[in-house]
């Protein structure tokens, strides 16, 4: 499952280009996304735990956060607005690489996977290392969806149960759905 390296970034650049929000309007879209992201997950909004989110390309769900502690956003392509979020918090610590090629990743209590997965180099490790360096991950990722030059993967319900077990819960398709997946998808909140 694991893409090669050039495919990859060739896929992160097609994806940026869908990433056009000024900062105004895209604090706002995701503010909604992240609301309904935190319902599914069970996600209160004042953290005083150690979470890693993986992903976030240029409005981290952490940053609508209350922080209490230090906080760490993988972005291997951070944008100028991410950058400028990062900035401004003294609890975000932003590392800029592929998650798969990280060494030495640091504990955490919490990891959040946010429709991400069919974005990156390998699922398959990510998903491994993630269980490694913490007692709970959150998730909210498509399934079903068709590959194309942003979407290097494909996964079905049972690849997260495979993975997560009986905390994987189905979102289905929902074309009414504002500022959050019309594509159906697989979440839940897994536990050591």
């Not at 269980?131 to 399934?143: D, M, V």
């Not at 504002?178 to 050591?192: L, P, R, S």
Request: hydrophobic letters at 35%.
């Amino acid at each position: 499952m694991k893409a090669n390296k050039e495919t990859w970034v060739k896929a992160q650049i097609a994806e940026r280009k869908f990433h056009t929000h000024s900062f105004e309007e895209g604090s706002n879209h995701y503010n909604d996304s992240y609301n309904q992201y935190f319902e599914y997950l069970d996600i209160k909004p004042s953290i005083d735990k150690v979470i890693m989110e993986i992903g976030c390309a240029d409005f981290p769900a952490l940053s609508y956060c209350q922080l209490k502690t230090k906080c760490y956003i993988i972005e291997p392509m951070p944008s100028e607005i991410l950058l400028n979020i990062i900035s401004k918090s003294d609890n975000l610590i932003l590392i800029d690489k592929p998650f798969e090629e990280i060494e030495n990743l640091p504990q955490v209590d919490e990891v959040w996977l946010m429709n991400v997965l069919h974005h990156v180099i390998d699922p398959d490790v990510i998903l491994s290392k993630c269980k490694k360096i913490s007692n709970t991950i959150r998730y909210f990722e498509p399934i079903n969806a068709p590959l194309n030059e942003c979407h290097l993967h494909i996964f079905d319900i049972d690849y997260f149960k495979k993975f997560f077990g009986t905390s994987v819960k189905h979102y289905p398709k929902n074309n009414t759905a504002i500022n959050f997946h019309q594509w159906e998808c697989a979440y839940g909140v897994w536990n050591k």
